[in-house]
């Protein structure tokens, strides 16, 4: 009797197989996060899934109901672990900056395409969160990473990842995740890699052309599925607060950026836009001066860079770069330096 084709190379795992009806809770979850803080360990997780399935619940559920009653144990100062305000966050520049200032803390890090994208990967925010992933070990954070797509992160990202958790489907109420773990109990182990995965599900309907449906027990990774429901009126009043409050927020300035060492690359017009700002304040007196600050616009030669903030100093009614310098153009230089003149008329009285 033959069990299997012989040209089939993707068989059920039995590192996983035991698993195959094994259900995963909030509870479990949550211990296990917490026993792997107590052995000097991060815990970095990923979860992913299609709009509306239900990421941003997952997340919330457990940093509301576990998280957010849990002492920082690490600190040991009185605070929780999940404090709403503090550690529910919208922005790549809070996210990468509260990596390295936040101790023993649970960090929600809600839609965050900015920090992980693929495309955006050489960006100055998004490989200080690599960075201090990769260097920050002794804070003890739990991180959670909540986004659509699991192709758009970057793989030198998921290498660090603990967990990984795809919102499968959602099915009246409730909704079913399959939770993913790095296999590093095996000869060859390492982080977990999301793209083998993704690459091994390809195989497997490959060789199964009559199967629509992909059973996880082929990925040794694979540990359960977890099962949950919408959030209750309350959680979602808590939430939706949340989401109000950091969008009223903002982004951090470019001042706090830099502060923090996150500074983002500018735009080449950003750059433009700023010179002409300062040309048409005083700021900026003369050509020479104008010119150094444009040799930020790198990919540019002298006279696009000229070309360039001319057009934003025509919008000061400068005229062209030229004419900006001009006393007779140059009308809010030459208010800026009478009232300049006056300053120092009055403090000499």
Not at 143 to 164: G, I, N, Q, S
């Amino acid at each position: 009797m033959v069990f299997f084709k012989p040209n089939k190379t993707v068989f059920p795992n039995r590192d996983a197989k035991k698993f195959l009806n094994y259900q995963v809770s909030y509870k479990t979850l949550w211990n296990a996060i917490i026993e792997r803080l107590k052995l000097q360990k991060d815990v970095f997780i990923l979860i992913t899934g299609k709009t509306g399935n239900g990421k941003s619940t997952i997340a919330g559920k457990i940093n509301f109901r576990f998280a957010e009653l849990e002492d920082n144990f690490i600190l040991d100062n009185g605070e929780k672990m999940f404090i709403p305000e503090k550690h529910y966050i919208a922005d790549g520049g809070e996210f990468a900056y509260k990596m390295i200032s936040e101790q023993g803390s649970s960090l929600w890090y809600d839609e965050a395409r900015e920090g992980s994208n693929r495309q955006s990967w050489y960006d100055k925010v998004n490989k200080a969160i690599k960075q201090r992933k990769n260097t920050n070990r002794k804070l003890f954070n739990v991180y959670w990473f909540v986004m659509p797509l699991e192709t758009e992160v970057d793989p030198k990202l998921a290498a660090h990842l603990t967990c990984w958790i795809w919102v499968k489907k959602r099915k009246g109420n409730r909704a079913v995740c399959e939770v993913y773990i790095a296999n590093s109990q095996r000869k060859g182990g390492k982080g977990l890699d999301i793209d083998a995965i993704i690459k091994r599900e390809e195989k497997w309907l490959k060789e199964n052309p009559k199967r629509n449906v992909i059973d996880p027990i082929i990925h040794p990774e694979f540990c359960g599925r977890l099962i949950f429901a919408p959030f209750t009126k309350d959680e979602d009043k808590k939430y939706q607060s949340l989401v109000k409050m950091k969008s009223a927020t903002g982004k951090y300035t470019e001042e706090e950026l830099e502060k923090f060492g996150l500074e983002t690359k500018k735009s080449d017009e950003d750059i433009a836009k700023a010179v002409a700002k300062d040309i048409a304040s005083g700021k900026i007196e003369n050509k020479i001066d104008a010119l150094e600050r444009l040799k930020e616009i790198e990919d540019l030669d002298d006279k696009k860079r000229v070309d360039l903030v001319s057009f934003y100093t025509k919008l000061y009614d400068l005229g062209t770069f030229s004419q900006a310098f001009t006393k007779k153009n140059n009308k809010l230089a030459s208010l800026a330096e009478k009232l300049k003149k006056k300053k120092n008329t009055d403090e000499e009285k």
